[in-house]
């Protein structure tokens, strides 16, 4: 199987190896780069707190012979050697649990004589400098030293302490230490390389599984169930792609719907446009009353294409996003009444009254042809599903907030079943009766209704019980304050 450098997986691993590398050589180096002068600091410490107790033994007020004693145990016990001179350079204490070991005792060592001569210790340690540290290699074993001086200031003069302590080897201890770190780093790279890839499988898992599923999606199987697994991140992911899943399956429902539909609607006038232009030709060619009627079929045919053709342009420019609004002021209820007087004889025809519930005057901003195409939609609508003798009620009113117009228009006819009423702004979505074509519908109108109410930001639904009619409703702005 071929590496995928490019892969969550692989990019997981890599980030926790080089973590893993970076963090063990980091502490690695700061602490075998920080172990000598940290051993050297802590033993001129040590050195200093023995300095402290022989200053108590030796040169205090409560000094005796006992106190010599105990500062002769405090060498021994650390394994220091100590000589302490007065003002005049003479040796007035020496204490030596090194023996040739003791850097004091090698009389050719030209630096310690220098330090321990009179002038040298003056000059050393003064009353602003009153300690000094130094490193010193033993000539006779080779070993290295740390040399501790103080000035010692009491009411009888001035003593000076010098303090011999051997420096371990710490060679060794680095040693072990960058041993040490070596195995450190390599089970910190296994410990990594197991975190990783579990976090990777756990990440990538879900991943993979949704990769496999969009693969059935891309192939229209819209059953698929995208799987998020346990992440906030991969189960907003999961969700937004059920979602699309199922809204494409809508859309791919619609389509087929539209194409069953519109080749319906196309394939009958079609049809009858045929028939009669051959009847024309064959039958009624001279006789002008058959021929007229025979005429006016055709025409009534064409005309309903045209409606169809038109609507569907419609709905294609709102949702190609360039759909323009001609806003104005304009009064609603003139705009009624206007639609009204035009469908006088659609209404007398239907057999069905009409109730108009509307004010003098309101004024909304809108456009106004668009706007009256939806009210005449509603109308039609209404009109189309209200039984004979029934009543159509067409509303305009004032909200109570002052600002928000509403125009209603109620029906007696069947109605909406509840699970329909979702699905009716959609393209030739009809309630769950069968699909029937009507001359003065193209099944596009509630489709057209929702398209201009989204554009201009109003608000429309629909209040429906089956068996007790429905009322479709719009709702915009008042006037518009330039």
């Given at each position: 199987?071929?590496?995928?450098?490019?892969?969550?997986?692989?990019?997981?691993?890599?980030?926790?190896?080089?973590?893993?590398?970076?963090?063990?050589?980091?502490?690695?180096?700061?602490?075998?780069?920080?172990?000598?002068?940290?051993?050297?600091?802590?033993?001129?410490?040590?050195?200093?707190?023995?300095?402290?107790?022989?200053?108590?033994?030796?040169?205090?007020?409560?000094?005796?012979?006992?106190?010599?004693?105990?500062?002769?145990?405090?060498?021994?016990?650390?394994?220091?050697?100590?000589?302490?001179?007065?003002?005049?350079?003479?040796?007035?204490?020496?204490?030596?649990?090194?023996?040739?070991?003791?850097?004091?005792?090698?009389?050719?060592?030209?630096?310690?004589?220098?330090?321990?001569?009179?002038?040298?210790?003056?000059?050393?340690?003064?009353?602003?400098?009153?300690?000094?540290?130094?490193?010193?290699?033993?000539?006779?074993?080779?070993?290295?030293?740390?040399?501790?001086?103080?000035?010692?200031?009491?009411?009888?003069?001035?003593?000076?302490?010098?303090?011999?302590?051997?420096?371990?080897?710490?060679?060794?201890?680095?040693?072990?230490?960058?041993?040490?770190?070596?195995?450190?780093?390599?089970?910190?790279i296994v410990i990594a390389s197991l975190v990783a890839f579990y976090i990777s499988t756990s990440v990538t898992g879900p991943i993979v599984r949704m990769k496999k599923e969009a693969s059935k999606l891309s192939n229209a199987d819209y059953s698929t169930d995208f799987d998020g697994g346990a992440y906030t991140e991969t189960r907003e992911l999961a969700n937004t792609l059920n979602l699309a899943s199922d809204k494409l399956g809508r859309v791919d429902e619609l389509r087929r719907d539209l194409i069953a539909n519109v080749s319906h609607d196309i394939r009958t006038p079609l049809t009858d446009i045929r028939a009669y232009a051959e009847m024309i030709r064959?039958?009624?060619?001279?006789?002008?009353?058959?021929?007229?009627?025979?005429?006016?079929?055709?025409?009534?045919?064409?005309?309903?294409?045209?409606?169809?053709?038109?609507?569907?342009?419609?709905?294609?420019?709102?949702?190609?996003?360039?759909?323009?609004?001609?806003?104005?002021n304009f009064d609603i209820c003139d705009a009624i009444r206007d639609i009204v007087d035009m469908d006088e004889s659609l209404i007398k025809n239907a057999g069905v009254n009409l109730i108009t519930e509307i004010p003098e005057s309101l004024t909304v901003y809108a456009d106004e042809i668009k706007i009256s195409q939806v009210i005449a939609n509603y109308l039609s609508n209404a009109i189309k599903h209200t039984p004979k003798g029934g009543t159509i009620?067409?509303?305009?009113?004032?909200?109570?907030?002052?600002?928000?117009?509403?125009?209603?228009?109620?029906?007696?006819?069947?109605?909406?079943?509840?699970?329909?009423?979702?699905?009716?702004?959609?393209?030739y979505q009809k309630s769950s009766h069968s699909f029937s074509r009507s001359m003065t519908s193209t099944g596009l109108g509630l489709a057209i209704v929702r398209g201009i109410a989204e554009a201009h930001g109003a608000g429309y639904g629909v209040v429906s019980e089956k068996g007790k009619g429905s009322t479709f409703w719009l709702e915009l702005r008042e006037t518009h304050e330039a």
């Open positions: 199987m071929k590496l995928d450098t490019h892969a969550i997986r692989f990019r997981f691993w890599l980030a926790f190896f080089l973590l893993a590398i970076g963090i063990t050589v980091f502490i690695g180096t700061l602490q075998t780069g920080l172990i000598r002068p940290y051993y050297r600091n802590t033993k001129v410490q040590s050195v200093s707190s023995v300095a402290d107790r022989m200053q108590d033994d030796l040169v205090s007020d409560s000094s005796t012979s006992q106190s010599v004693q105990q500062a002769l145990r405090e060498a021994v016990d650390n394994s220091v050697c100590v000589v302490m001179y007065n003002d005049k350079g003479t040796l007035i204490y020496n204490a030596d649990s090194l023996g040739a070991g003791c850097i004091f005792n090698n009389s050719g060592n030209e630096e310690i004589s220098k330090i321990t001569s009179e002038e040298g210790m003056k000059t050393l340690l003064t009353d602003t400098q009153r300690e000094y540290t130094a490193n010193f290699t033993n000539e006779a074993t080779g070993q290295e030293m740390i040399v501790y001086g103080r000035k010692i200031s009491e009411t009888l003069g001035n003593y000076y302490m010098f303090i011999n302590s051997p420096l371990e080897p710490v060679d060794s201890v680095v040693t072990f230490f960058q041993r040490q770190y070596a195995y450190y780093t390599m089970i910190a064959d039958v009624s060619g001279d006789n002008p009353e058959k021929r007229k009627k025979h005429l006016n079929v055709i025409i009534r045919e064409t005309d309903y294409m045209n409606r169809l053709v038109n609507d569907m342009s419609e709905l294609a420019k709102m949702q190609s996003g360039n759909y323009e609004l001609n806003r104005e009620y067409i509303r305009a009113l004032l909200r109570d907030d002052g600002e928000t117009v509403r125009i209603e228009v109620e029906d007696e006819g069947e109605g909406i079943d509840e699970k329909d009423l979702p699905n009716i702004w959609d393209r």
